[in-house]
């Protein structure tokens, strides 16, 4: 069930510390970001969402930053653990009252003990 | 637990073939969408049904369909089946019909071609 099987970008942080995983999105004119975790045989998991009126959010553990200037989005993770190891992979709705979203491929974060 | 439910969870079968997977949405959401993905891609969009009609179509190939049912259960189609259609087939389904909605996803059916 993961999102790309061979050629994913891996994050590699220590348990305990900090984790920063990046999206470059693709259009100016998104209004609606999603970050997802998807486990190895599970399907998607919602983490945190943002709006393009906001440029942070913060949920349980997680903040979600969007840089609109530079299609930039980031998912920062505090006090990495190990049950946080997954693939991440962010979506944008691209607006304009459109229902279809775009799925990056996705960043594999390893927590070592 | 997301809540959406999809069966079969793994799927072989052989190129020509027809399959249909289903997919149940959490209870009370309006919304039903699919996804393919494959080991080379992310999640690619394929089409998405609101209250039994269709709202949006993304990359889907007229080989495939899919229909959502009163009761909002929802399946896909997909005929003709040839080796590149073999991937993870996923259903989300969200609240209603505003497209700013977090979806939440199953696990997907593996579809195998052989």
């Known amino acids: 069930g993961e999102s790309v099987g061979l050629h994913l970008p891996t994050l590699s942080v220590q348990e305990g510390d900090n984790s920063i995983i990046n999206c470059a999105y693709s259009?100016?004119?998104?209004?609606?970001f999603i970050w997802y975790k998807q486990e190895s045989g599970k399907g998607p998991q919602f983490i945190i969402d943002?709006?393009?009126?906001?440029d942070k959010r913060q949920g349980q553990r997680v903040t979600v930053l969007l840089n609109k200037t530079v299609k930039h989005l980031s998912l920062q993770i505090a006090a990495t653990q190990p049950g946080d190891s997954a693939v991440y992979f962010c979506?944008?709705?691209?607006?304009?009252?459109?229902?279809?979203?775009?799925f990056g491929t996705g960043t594999r974060l390893k927590v070592l003990a | 637990d997301s809540g959406v439910t999809q069966t079969p969870k793994h799927l072989i079968t052989a190129t020509g073939q027809r399959v249909t997977l289903r997919c149940s949405p959490r209870?009370?959401?309006?919304?039903v969408y699919w996804y393919q993905q494959s080991l080379d891609q992310g999640l690619q969009f394929l089409i998405q049904?609101?209250?039994?009609?269709?709202?949006a179509k993304g990359n889907i190939l007229e080989r495939f369909s899919a229909q959502q049912f009163p009761d909002l259960h929802s399946e896909l189609n997909l005929s003709s089946l040839e080796l590149g259609d073999s991937a993870l087939y996923f259903c989300?389904?969200?609240?209603?019909?505003?497209?700013?909605?977090?979806?939440?996803f199953g696990d997907g059916t593996r579809l195998s071609i052989l």
């Open positions: 209870s009370g959401d309006l919304s």
């Open positions: 259009n100016s004119a998104s209004d609606y």
């Open positions: 979506a944008e709705n691209i607006g304009a009252g459109t229902y279809k979203y775009i």
């Open positions: 049904y609101y209250n039994g009609e269709e709202r």
């Open positions: 989300a389904s969200s609240v209603g019909g505003a497209p700013n909605q977090p979806q939440h």
């Open positions: 943002i709006r393009s009126n906001m």
